[in-house]
């Protein structure tokens, strides 16, 4: 009984060293564990990351050309060798297993110690190229909505202005226009003023842009198609202008003035106000000495009228730095019932621009010097026998000299071009004499003809032109009639 007592005793000794040995072991394991975490946590920034090895150059460490690049992923901060061999004793590892951990761990602490500065400055560095690379292709600063700045801002160049030349200023009137194969496939008008767009199906150019720029000047629209800027003439801003009725086209308005012979400092009475282009032109040729009454029976067109004269008025003086002559009167009347209107008052011309001009003839042609013109603007041929039918009837002391339509007939002349673009050659002239009788050389001297020289600009004189009417034409407009004042 003593022997079995004894032999659970040992047993039970044996037991307790044994799991003291155990719990000792597994303590200095724990305690290695402790220690591989704390190197690895601290490593936490760099193993995070990942990291690529630059093999380009020779001789430099493992280490030396690491870059980094932050990522949301996290890496298990123990390798599969830790894992592994944290499983195991120790007493059943092999010499080359502890002398793997023991690298590791020393690599560990080598990168713990390089790595977060080297980090910091590449990650730093990145960032600044980042930040160049976002400048260099972020469009500036109020160009979110076009991208015209980086086509056509440029550098504003110093112009040397001629005597008496003006560069283009905010308030002017301006005309663009776009021309491709001999046709004008964009023109508007419009007022040059700060801030504002030019804008086409061709692109954008900013008003800014043109100001402080010469006339006559192309510029590039956000698209690179190139516009033509120039001023506005009295013939452009009468055809752009806004209008209520039909207005005398220039074409007309320069035979009425033709016929009325007016001058400077005439004084002229025109009927009819209209939107106010014959108003224009008259003011024009009276000048500053001369004066116009311009006599309208429609408020609207009154209207009309006394704001498109003064448009023109106020571009004039920013483009010419003076003013316009302010020599028209505008009067909202009838001529029929306005005798009192003319009264003391003597016209060198009369312009008419009305319906039934006949009607206004016997007040108006008192007040006409003798053998002076009245020009009447009639829209159909009806209106013209009408005319005559009145002047007849009313006896009036007046002769009709002519009654003309004016027709306008644009050409296209331009240059003869292959389909390549090229310029073409004129036909060599071939003496009869130098023919051969089956052709070839008249076939061969033609295959010549259109070949195109390699100079660029070829001499005077040995390029064809082409010369055809162009395929847009103006149509029918008015009918002019000349009546002259006599003395009977």
Known sequence: MA????????VFTHRTLTIWASSQRHSRHRDLLVNLSESVRGTRTFSGAAVKRNDNKEGSSDYSHLST???????????PLERISGLLPQDALSPEVMQLREQESDKGAEIQRSVPNRTQVEVGDEDIVKKSEHEAHSPPVGAEELDTGSVHHREKQVWAALPGERLLTCGELLVAEYRRKKR???RKMFQLQTGARLESNWGVILHNDIAGQPAGLFLKTHRGVPIFIRRASLEDYVLCMKRGPAIAY????ASMLMMMDVTEGDCVLESGSGSGAMSLFLSKAVGSKGSVLSVEVRED?????????????????????EEWPDNVQFHKADLCTASSLLAGRGFHAVALDLINPHLVLPTVIPHLHPGAVCAVYLANITQVTDLLEGVRCSKLPLLCERVIELPLREWVVAPALQKDGRYC???????????????EASEESDKEDLTTEEDPDPPFGSIPYIARPHPEQM??????????????
């Open 250 to 253: 220039p074409k007309d308005a």
């Open 425 to 439: 050659n004129k036909k060599a002239q071939i003496l009869d004499e130098n023919l051969s009788q089956d052709g």
């Open 3 to 10: 022997l079995k007592v004894a032999l659970h005793r040992l």
């Open 475 to 488: 149509s029918h407009t008015a009918f002019l009639v000349k009546l002259r004042k006599c003395v009977q």
């Open 184 to 186: 004008v496939e964009f």
């Open 69 to 79: 690049k932050v990522t949301s992923r996290k890496r298990r901060p123990l390798s």
């Open 301 to 321: 067109h009154h209207r009309r009228a006394v704001l498109n004269y003064n448009r023109w008025r106020t571009s004039w003086s920013l483009r010419r730095g």
